[in-house]
């Protein structure tokens, strides 16, 4: 899912028209209906996108499935994972393997595995 396509189903979610989602969030109608089609990405301030969430009521994966969204969407990797000194330098070995089509059926898998255990020490990866 894209985040336009998350941010119309969570407005029509709580049954709200355009119009009124944007006067509640002080948002201008135009430039949120550029979002939800995805002409335009989210803006970048993180207060303003952690101030949506909670207008949505969204918590926790909810949240940052949201956030993580809106970084695609600006074609950003979202700030936490940028933060990340390990999967920053993995990155170019992934970017060459998907862009070779390396990444397929089992070996997807077991990187998905690696990429997990990157972020649970006490746990090693499975071979």
């Known amino acids: 899912m894209k985040f336009g396509e998350l941010i119309k189903d969570l407005r029509i979610a709580k049954e709200l028209t355009l119009r009124q989602c944007c006067l509640e969030l002080d948002v201008d109608p135009s430039n949120w209906s550029k979002m939800e089609r995805g002409v335009t990405p989210p803006p970048k301030d993180g ?9 949505f009521d969204l918590v926790e994966d909810q949240k940052q499935a949201f956030l993580d969204l809106a970084s695609l969407a600006r074609q950003e990797i979202p700030a936490d994972i940028a933060s990340d000194e390990t999967v920053i330098a993995a990155l170019p070995a992934f970017f060459r393997a998907v862009r070779g ?14 990429l997990r255990a990157v972020h649970s020490p006490d746990k090693e990866p499975v071979r």
């Open 101 to 114: 089509h390396e990444l397929e059926g089992e070996r997807l898998k077991q990187f998905i595995e690696d």
């Open 47 to 55: 207060r303003l996108l952690e101030h949506w969430a909670k207008f």
